[in-house]
């Protein structure tokens, strides 16, 4: 269950101060969202706390890979993010909600298989917002070792690129994101184009700090 590919690269995605580790939980995350606003992640559609009074959990609308080639190109899918009262010492519980065909996650579950959000190769300088550019480029850089999806793994190793493709082409066209979520999502203004979030208030995310 390993893709240090991926994780490597996301090392030097967002929030690599080293000083934000000593911070609590609580100002941490609300330091994430204050930097969301003023450098947003061009990987994710939203990424923020589901609810303006739980700052543990949080959702994201992730983006496909921009380059169009790519089965997974135009996707949109809905995750949750579940933080530990340690973040960012232990890393959060990351999973699909919107089912995705993806070797290294599990259709059912939306468990994700990536190195990065293991407890061994997690480290306190990553944040959210590099956690979800690095699931971003698992799409385009899945790893074969020990898949989470057997079946979309074995076509792959197998190099039938037409059948693993069209499997993952008609389920990210039959099951893109529409604007489901407890965020305060709203359905698309029109295809293509996302969905619309009411954003909490630098107010709000200052109140939940203190």
């Given at each position: 269950?390993?893709?240090?590919?991926?994780?490597?690269?996301?090392?030097?995605?967002?929030?690599?101060?080293?000083?934000?580790?000593?911070?609590?939980?609580?100002?941490?995350?609300?330091?994430?969202?204050?930097?969301?606003?003023?450098?947003?992640?061009?990987?994710?559609?939203?990424?923020?706390?589901?609810?303006?009074?739980?700052?543990?959990?949080?959702?994201?609308?992730?983006?496909?890979?921009?380059?169009?080639?790519?089965?997974?190109?135009?996707?949109?899918?809905?995750?949750?993010?579940?933080?530990?009262?340690?973040?960012?010492?232990?890393?959060?519980?990351?999973?699909?909600?919107?089912?995705?065909?993806?070797?290294?996650?599990?259709?059912?579950?939306?468990?994700?298989?990536?190195?990065?959000?293991t407890s061994e190769h997690w480290a306190p300088s990553y944040t959210l917002s590099?956690?979800?550019?690095?699931?971003?480029?698992?799409?385009?850089?899945?790893?074969?070792?020990?898949?989470?999806?057997?079946?979309?793994?074995?076509?792959?190793?197998?190099?039938?690129?037409?059948?693993?493709?069209?499997?993952?082409?008609?389920?990210?066209?039959?099951?893109?994101?529409?604007?489901?979520?407890?965020?305060?999502?709203?359905?698309?203004?029109?295809?293509?184009?996302?969905?619309?979030?009411?954003?909490?208030?630098?107010?709000?995310?200052?109140?939940?700090?203190?």
């Amino acid at each position: 269950m390993s893709n240090s590919r991926t994780s490597s690269r996301a090392s030097g995605t967002g929030g690599s101060r080293t000083s934000k580790s000593s911070q609590s939980p609580l100002k941490r995350l609300t330091n994430e969202i204050a930097d969301l606003r003023t450098t947003p992640n061009d990987s994710v559609l939203h990424l923020g706390p589901s609810t303006d009074s739980d700052l543990y959990h949080w959702e994201a609308v992730l983006k496909g890979p921009r380059d169009q080639s790519s089965p997974y190109a135009g996707g949109l899918w809905l995750l949750t993010l579940s933080i530990l009262s340690n973040y960012p010492l232990s890393p959060p519980t990351v999973k699909f909600v919107t089912p995705i065909c993806h070797a290294n996650v599990h259709f059912q579950t939306g468990e994700i298989c990536l190195t990065l959000l293991t407890s061994e190769h997690w480290a306190p300088s990553y944040t959210l917002s590099s956690v979800m550019s690095a699931i971003q480029q698992l799409l385009s850089d899945p790893g074969l070792d020990s898949p989470l999806n057997v079946d979309v793994a074995n076509l792959m190793r197998e190099d039938d690129a037409v059948g693993w493709e069209s499997l993952v082409r008609y389920w990210t066209a039959e099951r893109r994101w529409q604007g489901e979520g407890s965020a305060g999502w709203i359905t698309e203004r029109k295809p293509g184009t996302g969905g619309h979030f009411a954003h909490l208030r630098v107010t709000d995310v200052l109140m939940l700090s203190i």
